[in-house]
Nanobody, 125 residues
Framework: QVQLVESGGGLVQAGGSLRLSCAAS????????MGWFRQAPGKDREFVAG????????SHAEPVRGRFTISRDNAKNTVFLQMNSLKPEDTAVYYC??????????????????WGQGTQVTVSS
């Protein structure tokens, strides 16, 4: 069993920055593919960014490409999402997720086994 806890969300003005963190605990001896997803009211949960087990391969969804950066610190069992140049359309609950089976980054939430509780990000105009 793996537990994921997100932190770092909050209210920020457009153009500002936030750094989300996802701390993993439990059965974390094996490195997993990790991802960030978000869900706005009335919308489906969508892929934001993913990172390979080693951290060498990263994938970012087109709407956030060039603005958000996913990273990880395996020694600390922590994944980060640096969010710059935030826009009102980035407003959503952001979820951290772990994929215990996939060999590489996937963009569908169906492949992820463990999920955090979510952290709210609100961007005002």
């Amino acid at each position: 069993q793996v537990q994921l806890v997100e932190s770092g969300g909050g209210l920020v003005q457009a153009g500002g920055s936030l750094r989300l963190s996802c701390a993993a605990s439990g059965q974390t001896s094996t490195s997993y593919v990790m991802g960030w997803f978000r869900q706005a009211p009335g919308k489906d949960r969508e892929f934001v960014a993913g990172i390979s087990k080693s951290g060498y391969i990263r994938s970012h969804a087109e709407p956030v490409r060039g603005r958000f950066t996913i990273s990880r610190d395996n020694a600390k069992n922590t994944v980060f999402l640096q969010m710059n140049s935030l826009k009102p359309e980035d407003t959503a609950v952001y979820y951290c997720a772990a994929d215990s089976k996939s060999l590489g980054v996937t963009q569908t939430p169906l492949t992820y086994d463990y999920w955090g509780q979510g952290t709210q990000v609100t961007v005002s105009s």
